[in-house]
């Protein structure tokens, strides 16, 4: 048997390394920040190396079947990647997108089994294969879906992002233009211009990369706006800590007022339970009691990840301060390193104040 040892086999082999190396740091990175977005993010790099590998193979040994393995395994890398960018615009999935996008897998599974939905063909002196008909069709529409959905959640974050973080931000488009050059010489479907097609993609899926692990706070700039976090002491409502992520008309007086009813409102006034969140026209008043402390989050919607935050903060805050607020005198210089608990909790929400 002859191998195949061209340009097209190389550059498919060089990719899937790098795409192990980024699905490597990737994990790493989730596992040690317990962010489940970048699960999803490395899921579908995952799938991406994949794709690379046995497309690789298909190509070495001009084997059509692998060659059409690897068009399931990216639609595996566009699944999970539309699954990212629904969590980080509104932190829940669209059934909508993800329906349609299944819809069209399946029929790319179904135009595979059509006769030559790929071929082999020759040209520049290189074999390689190419896919045909409802196959190409089907397979080339999932990667305009991808690139457009990219697009279109690169200007979203960008348009939302706040001004400290726009350098940061402004990678994403980079990123953005590369696969939008990349899908545009595989729409080509010449045999020089797949290894170029496959060059630019996997540039843009680095400059993701490395935007979302130097910023991470980009990830949480679309899906709720978080407004001020208070927290006041039970026995004299007094205002112990404030935090503000975004200006508002709020007034401190109306606030420390309500947080102060909140204290006064126990289990023997409303006998259902305490009450964990105020919802009002424009936002929700998330709050945790502990044995000495009320926290107030106030945020534009409910969220998973905020109440989470919210709820460790309250926790870490009452235990790290247990002794302290036994017998507190008023003195709030004691409370000098909550924003090292407040970095810890909540480092991963930007800041909408100009600095």
């Known amino acids: 048997m002859n191998l195949n040892f061209s340009l097209e086999f190389y550059v498919y082999l060089i990719c899937s390394a790098l795409c192990f190396i980024i699905f490597i740091i990737l994990l790493y990175t989730a596992f040690k920040n317990k962010k489940e977005v970048l699960f999803l993010l490395s899921f579908s790099i995952f799938c991406f190396m994949l794709n690379f590998i ?8 001009m084997d059509k079947f692998l060659f059409i393995l690897g068009a399931y395994a990216l639609f595996g890398s566009v699944f999970f990647i539309l699954f990212f960018i629904d969590y980080t615009l509104q932190e829940h999935f669209t059934a909508k997108k993800l329906t349609s996008i299944s819809v069209i897998g399946t029929l790319l599974i179904i135009a595979s089994f059509q006769v030559d939905a790929v071929t082999a063909f020759y040209d520049y002196g290189f074999p390689s ?33 706040p001004n400290h973080l726009k350098k940061n931000s402004r990678y994403l488009l980079y990123a953005a233009v590369m696969y939008l050059i990349g899908i545009i010489f595989l729409f080509l479907q010449q045999i020089i211009i797949v290894p170029f097609s496959i060059i630019f993609n996997i540039i843009g899926m680095i400059i993701i990369i490395i935007a979302v692990i130097k910023e991470p706070k980009i990830l949480y700039i679309l899906p709720f706006k978080t407004y001020r976090l208070i927290v006041i002491f039970k026995k004299s409502d007094v205002e112990i800590f404030s935090y503000k992520w975004e200006s508002s008309d709020i007034s401190d007086d109306l606030l420390g007022g309500l947080m102060s009813a909140i204290n006064k409102m126990g289990l023997e006034v409303i006998n259902q339970g305490e009450l964990q969140y105020i919802a009002y026209e424009k936002g929700i008043f998330l709050i945790k009691r502990t044995k000495h402390l009320v926290f107030g989050l106030i945020v534009n919607k409910t969220s998973k990840f905020l109440n989470k935050c919210l709820s460790e903060f309250s926790i870490e805050f009452q235990n790290k301060y247990e002794s302290v607020l ?14 090292t608990l407040l970095e810890k909790h909540f480092g991963y929400i930007p800041s909408r104040i100009p600095q």
């Open 129 to 161: 294969l190419k896919r045909n008909g409802y196959f190409s069709i089907l397979f080339l529409l999932m990667l305009l879906i991808f690139v457009i959905s990219i697009m279109y959640w690169v200007i979203k974050t960008i348009m939302n992002t």
């Open 326 to 339: 036994k017998n507190w005198n008023g003195d709030l210089g004691v409370f000098k390193d909550v924003n």
């Open 54 to 61: 046995v497309n690789s193979s298909a190509v070495l040994l």
